[in-house]
């Protein structure tokens, strides 16, 4: 227990956090019409958590430097179980998506802290080790979320996909508190209050004018002046951060095109393979009649194949260029995606199959190198940085994601239904509408809207896979895996006595 202690009481918490971005994705349907919530409170229920992950998260990372990684990262854990048991309770949409955000708050802290605690225990190959276990579990948190949510919807009900969480904080409290030693980064770093203010605001800004797109159209005022908020604030961003002593996020950074293509791989990343699973689980459901644990079955084609990949790549593909790797994955994300633009009136579930098994192929290729990748672009004073970057950006992705596909996915269906009707059935209302459209009419425009928004998912990955293979070129970038890169983004520790 001395030993393997700490990786177990990281890695609890770190499944428990990153289990809740995508175990809500097949209970949506169930929390619609639980609290009559709208396709608009949905699509906040996922970007509420994600969105405070996001923005929060290099700000976090910053305060544990200077008040204790232990600490924050219990303080963390301890929120988020608060915030779970709000989900849980909550009595109308407005409560969940507050309690949600929340929850990314402490998911925040606790993400940030996860590997500088691990890097503060173990050293060379036990480092490695840990760093390969952790790696692990973080991508079995994101595949078992959509099968776990199914089987707990199914059965208690949608609100223990929340409660679940209550047990697992109060042991990963215990553990971390009883086997993870205390350790500081720079005590002279000053935690970046502007910086952390204003991305938050960018990030929020832009989300809530695609969310707010989908329901009065982009051309809309109130929808321009939120996004043209949401420029200010990263212009605001990126004059603080150039500015200051001690930024989140050094804009100088961009200016190295690996580090650039790397930020735009790990946006597309998360956008194009997960964002639009919210959209697939409220057409099985409400459309096809699949029960939500089914509808959870569909997305394991997508997490065996990333499993097998991820696990065979390990071994294979050592040595290939991250820019190989990150690159060709999101290609192969990309054609996942165009392989599901054919659904229609008739298709069942089996449709999305083949485009999951290419998404699983393409997540297992990206996922373990993106970080390395990041890295390696960057000096190795700001490894660390670079760490909560692609972090911050793959959440951001995941939200947007979620915002864009959903206005694409309304829109489409806006030509042969009326305004309201679309937002309705977008949002799971499929049995308010059958009294007035047919049952073919409703799943045609559904499948219309999910081949429209997969297009757009294709063409964000592809982009971005041909952009990671075009600028991702730095020397130092030519290995991909998590043990190559993690001793250089943990190094510089000061370990406190264990209290």
Known sequence: MRTWGPLTAVCLSTFMLLLDVTIAVVALPDMARSLDASLSDLQWVMDGYALALA?????????????????????????????????????????????????????????????????????????????????????????VGPLLGGVLTDGPGWRWIFYVNLPVSVAAVWLTLGVVPESHGSRERRIDWAGTLTFAAFAGGLTYGAVRAG????????????CAAAVLALVAFVVVEWRGADPLLDPRLFLKPAFSGVMVGALAFNAAAFSLMAYDSIWMQTLLGMSPVRGGLVFLWLSLSSFVVAAAGGRLLHGVPARITVGGGLLLTGTGQFCVTGLDATSTASALVPGMVLLGVGTGLVAPGIAGAALAAVPQDRAGMAGGAVNAFRQLGFALGIAVYGTVLTSRMRDTLPDDAAHALAGGAAGALRGAFSERALRAAFASGLNSAAVVAGLTATVAGALVLALVRTDRATRSGVTDSGPAALKEERVAPRG
């Open 55 to 143: 923005a929060l998260l290099l700000g976090a990372g910053a305060a544990a430097d200077i008040l204790g990684r232990r600490r924050v990262h219990v303080v963390g854990v301890m929120v988020f179980a608060a915030a779970s048991l709000m989900c849980g309770l909550a009595s109308g949409p407005g409560m969940l998506v507050a309690a949600r955000a929340v929850q990314g708050l402490g998911a925040a802290a606790m993400l940030a802290t996860t590997l500088p605690l691990l890097g503060s225990v173990y050293q060379d190959r036990r480092r490695s080790v840990a760093l390969g276990v952790w790696g692990a579990v973080s991508g079995a948190a994101a595949a």
């Open 215 to 226: 329901e009065h159209g982009w051309a809309e005022t109130g929808t321009l002046l939120v």
